[in-house]
């Protein structure tokens, strides 16, 4: 499976239920493992993100997908990136011309 990091900015309405956000993590964990994506981590994070989501998916059109889906329930802004393993990147490396 492709790994993904995925970003987190609250809304106002997340940042006004902050106390919430545990529930919303448990709630994104379930929903993809129904849509096919692998929660690894949720981290609450300092600095210019408030939580930051190490994530699996079959392809880019399903991590897509569960991106918009969170963004869609109005708590959050998400900013995600494909990320590479050492091995793929090893791989992608041997294919520069």
Known sequence: MAAYIIMTHFTEAGA??????????????????????????????????DTVVLAEAPN???????????????SIKTTTMRAFRAKEFGSILRKLA
């Open 16 to 49: 006004r239920n902050v106390k919430d956000s545990p529930k919303r993590g448990l709630a994104a964990i379930a929903l993809g493992k129904k849509m096919g994506v692998k929660i690894k981590e949720i981290f609450w994070t300092l600095g210019p993100y």
């Open 60 to 74: 880019d059109e399903t991590m897509t997908a569960f991106a918009l889906s969170m963004g869609s329930r109005g």
